[in-house]
């Protein structure tokens, strides 16, 4: 069996065995069924949003709402399907009302965003809005400072590129952010040529390092788009 066969069989077995039957905290209480993630198991590019919503949480699958139709046409204005990338989120199970990831939620799933970055092992890892963003880079800034900027990073073994992006639902809050959207995701296709080959993760383990251990270094931000302000809706942790 090839490296790449075995770590998707690896992959299956996690997502039945470890995520969809997880009850590491509260959420899974409330929970109509686990959202693993959806794509391909071997994808050069995976994107994580912030949390499962109704129509998620109902179909099992991320990114189906109008977020999600917004993300199925950004990728193919790139040339891109659903099919071609891997999509989850960094909670797999939906908060009550779509409220924002608690800590201690966060703290209970990142060990299964973590291994399913490092069995995928993708070239390029799109970060949508401030929650994945934050948990991934280990860093406080904001996505309105950082979205496209790449950001070498390293998880639980796995050398991968971060590439900070608004999420989709910012543009349906404010429509002025769609070209902003457009245009960051226009770099994807040369990121991920420009991307090193993913380095080869070491033996499995039983859980993926916590976020400390995550190793980045970025350019500085751009000065124009660091000082603009927090767009509105800020507060919903999209952007």
Not at 7 to 13: D, M, S
Not at 32 to 55: I, K, S
Not at 106 to 134: D, M, W, Y
């Amino acid at each position: 069996m090839s490296d790449r066969a075995e770590r998707t069989a690896q992959l299956e077995a996690y997502h039945r065995d470890q995520v969809a039957t997880c009850v590491r905290c509260p959420l899974s209480e409330g929970r109509t069924q686990v959202v693993v993630g959806d794509g391909r198991l071997d994808a050069d590019v995976m994107f994580v949003g912030e949390a499962p919503g109704y129509h998620e949480d109902r179909q099992g699958i991320p990114f189906v709402g109008q977020a999600g139709k917004l993300l199925t046409t950004l990728l193919e204005e790139i040339g891109l399907r659903r099919e071609d990338v891997f999509i989850a989120n960094v909670l797999k199970c939906r908060p009550p009302g779509n409220r924002d990831p608690q800590p201690a939620e966060i703290g209970s799933c990142e060990p299964h965003l973590f291994r399913q970055i490092s069995l995928i092992r993708p070239r390029l890892v799109c970060t949508l809005g401030n929650f994945a963003t934050k948990l991934l880079s280990g860093r406080p800034d904001g996505i309105s400072r950082v979205h496209g900027h790449p950001l070498p990073i390293e998880v639980a073994g796995a050398s991968v590129t971060l590439y900070p992006l608004f999420h989709p639902a910012a543009a349906l809050y404010t429509r002025a952010m769609l070209s902003t959207l457009q245009a960051d995701f226009a770099r994807i296709p040369e990121l991920i040529a420009a991307a090193p080959a993913p380095r080869l993760a070491p033996a499995p383990v039983a859980a993926p390092e916590p976020v400390s251990a995550a190793v980045a270094t970025a350019p500085a931000p751009d000065p124009a788009r660091s000082a603009a302000p927090e767009p509105a809706g800020a507060q919903l942790g999209l952007f």
